[in-house]
């Protein structure tokens, strides 16, 4: 299998190359050549088997240039004993037709860490297949989630470092003292002033700077990235949509070959792009809803046909969908356009310099027959979080809400599974106040109300509150670079 770029498809690539580089030269994102086509068999036989055999039957498909030697041992050493279940993405039935696949059984409670977890491993693999003797810079930018999901995998990893943006005072209490209180060695954690937005189009220009790149490249280091534009990211969440799928399959609750939808809360629009390969490999997808909260840019987008982020920027209780430009949709323009390069570069050439651009009608109308949209106002939110907990005894974090608050408008009569992703503790506040109507100021007695009420609290949470400060590195998005050239950690 060879990738190609979305803003120059005349590019080849190994997935080594591409898990490398993160991002093509041009600006453009890796995709592979074509996607594999799993037949209604090969989907049924994957219910007898567990969940570290689901992802090596189907990234084997991808990664062609990984022995199944090395594959195997990513998987193990992503999968054997960095999740609390067995099962790494369990799902749980709420009622006869809606289920839950949870995401947040790794070790820093969100759904990055199915991805994040097997990253280090694939990237120790390519360096050595590219000939790359250079410290490998992971840089990332997070609005919440994603940047301790990184850290935690990449901390203390030799031959790697990792340096982590993200906005300030635009992450929950919880996810910024989970970033700064990383320890490693090779391990850099730096607020930006500004919203996610702002951080991920810095950690971009840096990407593309050639005078950044020179600047490292003297110190013998190269650029990397952990977010989803990385398809080393991006290829492990289609292994959950499988998954889900057949452990629906194995319950009985789905014969082999009818039709799900999935619901899925979503910023970047990574997690839900995966589910569309899924669908285009073969899983018997009937629709994937895209649900948003209040900076409803993608709701929009798919009704309208205009990605327009000239809007007002709201900080909302899931602040890791605070986004308004979704990188990832640039990799689903590419393959409603008949994988047209130049008409991707030009969308994405109009988006940097007027904030929009628009769909031909006859894209667009293509749109409503795989996709659905919908978003939660914060109240909407609220209500969803107690309503599941009320209904069900299950409790919800402040994004699962939003895809919960999304789906209770759907009318819709095939087996539907919502993608919740993040642990409730995550944001304990916003959480119990939605149950209990009130929440004390301090995060960690709102998490010791919500395990007074009978939620498990996660011991990643529970040692968390004595744990250190180390990284108080604030900066401006016009000097993000500079804060890398500067940062002289142990590996570097």
Not at 2 to 28: D, K, M, P, W
Not at 40 to 53: H, K, N, Q, T
Not at 134 to 154: P, Q, R, W, Y
Not at 463 to 479: G, P, Q, S
Request: glycine share 6%; proline share 4%.
């Amino acid at each position: 299998m060879n990738y190609t770029s979305t803003r120059n498809a005349s590019l080849r690539f190994s997935s080594s190359h591409c898990f490398v580089q993160g991002i093509s030269e041009e600006g453009g994102l890796f995709v592979p050549e074509s996607f594999p086509v799993f037949s209604e068999r090969e989907i049924a036989a994957l219910a007898d088997v567990p969940y570290s055999e689901r992802a090596f039957r189907l990234l084997s498909r991808y990664l062609t240039d990984f022995s199944a030697k090395e594959l195997r041992s990513c998987i193990a050493g992503a999968y054997g004993t960095a999740f609390d279940t067995p099962a790494v993405c369990p799902l749980r039935k709420l009622d006869g037709k809606t289920f839950v696949m949870e995401l947040y059984h790794g070790p820093t409670l969100a759904f990055k860490d199915v991805a994040l977890q097997i990253l280090p491993h694939f990237l120790r693999i390519a360096k050595q297949k590219e000939g790359v003797s250079d410290t490998i810079l992971i840089l990332v930018a997070t609005s919440g989630d994603t940047g301790k999901a990184a850290l935690e995998g990449f901390a203390d990893v030799d031959g790697m470092a990792i340096a982590v943006f993200f906005p300030n005072q635009g992450v929950s209490r919880m996810q910024q003292l989970q970033m700064t209180t990383q320890e490693g060695k090779n391990v850099f954690v730096c607020a930006v002033n500004g919203n996610f937005d702002d951080t991920q189009t810095g950690v971009k220009e840096i990407f593309t700077s050639p005078d950044v790149r020179a600047k490292l490249q003297e110190k013998h280091i190269r650029l990397s990235s952990a977010n989803s534009i990385n398809w080393g990211r991006l290829v492990p969440q289609i292994v959950y949509y499988f998954s889900a799928y057949a452990d629906l399959l194995r319950e009985n609750e789905i014969a082999s070959g009818q039709p799900v939808d999935f619901v899925v809360p979503t910023g970047n629009f990574g997690d839900i792009l995966a589910g569309y390969y899924a669908k285009r490999m073969g899983l018997p997808i009937r629709k994937l809803v895209c649900a948003s909260n209040k900076n409803r840019v993608l709701t929009d987008f798919f009704e309208t046909g205009v990605y327009d982020a000239n809007r007002a920027f709201f900080k909302t209780a899931s602040p890791s969908m605070d986004i308004l430009i979704s990188s990832n949709l640039e990799r689903l323009l590419f393959e409603l356009s008949g994988r047209d390069d130049a008409f991707v570069s030009d969308l994405m050439r109009q988006l940097k310099e007027t904030g929009q651009y628009r769909l031909p009608d006859v894209m667009h109308r293509a749109l409503t027959e795989t996709w659905e949209a919908g978003c939660a106002d914060e109240a909407q939110t609220a209500r969803a979080i107690r309503d599941a907990f009320d209904r069900f005894g299950y409790c919800i974090d402040t994004h699962t809400a939003v895809g919960y608050a999304v789906q209770a408008r759907r009318a819709s009569d095939v087996p539907t599974v919502l993608l919740s992703t993040a642990s409730p503790y995550k944001f304990p506040r916003a959480v119990l106040s939605a149950v209990e109507g009130t929440a004390p100021e301090d995060e960690f007695a709102a998490a010791d109300r919500l395990a007074q009420l009978g939620v498990p609290m996660p011991d990643a949470i529970a040692n968390l509150h004595d744990k250190a400060i180390r990284h108080k590195t604030v900066c401006e998005k016009a000097t993000m670079a500079q804060a890398v050239l500067s940062w002289e950690g142990e590996t570097l």
